[in-house]
């Protein structure tokens, strides 16, 4: 995979040597020389969860003395009790982590571990360039372990039901569809605005049609929304919006828990289409009423826009990974490393029904969606990480909020332009 191309927004940060020192004791070492690493991830049920307790129980075997305490977060509340706990100087040793602005931020404030000269020979090789979206100033904080890029996912026994025959190339191409589905009596889009991050997602796609590299490359080291094409992506979403192409009671809709969220509608073919990272596939698997996967899933990539700067082809996307706080045990590192070796990428593949960031696992990927996904990101003349991940937390969390404003018909695109702003000009 290009993992070159990946655009993180990690400004150069000029750290005091105090703030990086790492001088405070190790949190799990004991006066008989074991350890204990504490370990946070978001995978709450099923497979993902049951991978990184035996991934656990695997470095536990290999490493005697060293035990790793897993706790699993909800993916919603993961930042919040996160960032608390790096502020109390009391976090987890190991932390989920996605690079970006919101990792430059956690990096400006001392709280997390330098990795640059601690990654094997062997991880470079395996994740390539992915390790790109944990530098900072040059310098590495984190270790990749999923590449997720986004599009639409939809259920072509729905498509062909609405007489909707091909993938929507263009947004008009996606409206016409939405009507077809919708005169058939198929919800066309579900969304989860009740977490804010899906629905805002809509607008970072939008952004990326509107608006070219050079300025997003900008505003990753500004966090400003200096750009006409801002404002017009927003204008672009909200005329979306009033096409009507989202599920009833999309507001109060949660992303990805339960049959009623907006991964739900799709498993149980109550709406036709999401917009999603590369993670999808699995939660719906996990949300069908036989846990298997939805055997009509398929893909195509966010449609391209009328009239925007945005290069045809550029993708949305994120690379999940993880961290290590500055005071955790050196064995941390290890554990990072041991997270991205073949054997163990390879199960995480199977086990989320992801993409992988080692380049030496790709070959498991077997589902039909996920492999259209990995031919379009490596045809990608660039990626983007996610907005809120690639500005930092403040103006991502303000961003969000504004989109959803949108949606709920209390804002519109100049409201998203200034709440960006407004919270860039606070930080």
């Known amino acids: 995979m290009k993992r070159s191309k990946i655009l993180t927004g990690c400004a ?23 350890v204990t690493l504490t370990f946070w991830h978001n995978s709450t049920t099923g497979d993902g969860k049951k991978y990184w307790e035996d ?4 470095f536990e075997k290999a490493n005697p003395g060293v035990t790793i305490e897993v706790q699993s977060l909800q993916n919603e509340e993961m930042d919040g009790k996160l960032q608390t706990a790096l502020n109390s100087g009391d976090a987890p040793d190991v932390f989920m982590a996605r690079g970006g602005g919101k990792l430059a931020d956690v ?4 709280q997390a571990m330098d990795l640059s000269d601690g990654i094997s020979a062997d991880a470079k090789a395996a994740v390539g360039s992915s390790l790109s979206a944990f530098e900072v100033d040059g310098k590495n904080y ?3 372990v999923s590449v997720l890029p986004s599009g639409i996912f939809y259920s072509s026994d ?17 409206e016409a569809a939405d009507e077809k589905l919708k005169a058939a009596g198929i919800d066309p889009i579900a969304v989860g605005a009740k977490d804010a991050w899906p629905a805002a997602h809509w607008y970072y796609n939008f952004a990326l049609r509107a608006c070219s590299k050079d300025v997003l490359d900008s505003a990753a080291e500004s966090r400003k929304f200096d750009d006409p094409c801002w404002l017009k992506a927003g204008e ?3 005329a979306f919006i009033d096409t009507a192409p989202f599920n009833d009671g999309f507001l109060t809709t949660a992303a990805q828990q339960g049959a009623g969220s907006s991964a739900g509608l799709l498993a149980n073919k109550q709406a036709s289409m999401e917009l999603m990272g590369a993670w999808d596939p699995g939660v719906i698997t996990s949300l069908t009423p036989d846990e298997k996967p939805l055997a009509d899933l398929k893909w195509f990539p966010f449609p391209e826009v009328e009239g925007g700067d945005g290069e045809p082809g550029a993708m949305m996307g994120g690379v ?8 955790a045990p050196k064995e941390c590192v290890d554990f990072l490393n041991f997270m991205v070796e073949k054997s163990n990428q390879e199960a995480y593949a199977d086990a989320f029904q992801t993409l992988p960031a080692s380049q030496d696992a790709q070959s498991v990927v077997s589902d039909p969606a996920l492999k259209d996904v990995l031919a379009a990101y490596n045809e990608a003349p660039y990626v983007v990480v996610w907005l809120d991940t690639l500005y930092g937390q403040n103006v991502g969390n303000a961003l969000n909020v504004a989109v959803v404003d949108m949606f709920a018909g209390k804002g519109d695109a100049a409201s998203i332009v200034d709440a960006v702003n407004d919270a860039a000009a606070k930080s």
Do not use: H, R, Y
Not at 17 to 26: D, F, K, R, V, Y
Not at 55 to 58: E, M, P, Q, V, Y
């Open 142 to 144: 984190g270790m990749p």
């Open 12 to 34: 150069a940060l000029a750290l005091s040597a105090l703030a990086l020192s790492g001088c405070a004791p190790s949190s799990g070492e004991s006066s008989d020389g074991s």
């Open 107 to 110: 990096v400006k404030a001392g």
């Open 320 to 327: 999940d990974g993880f961290s290590c706080w500055v005071n």
């Open 158 to 174: 729905l498509f062909s039901q609405a007489g909707v025959t091909t993938p929507p190339a263009t947004i008009a191409d996606l």
């Open 55 to 58: 991934t656990a129980a695997a």
């Open 236 to 238: 672009d979403l909200q």
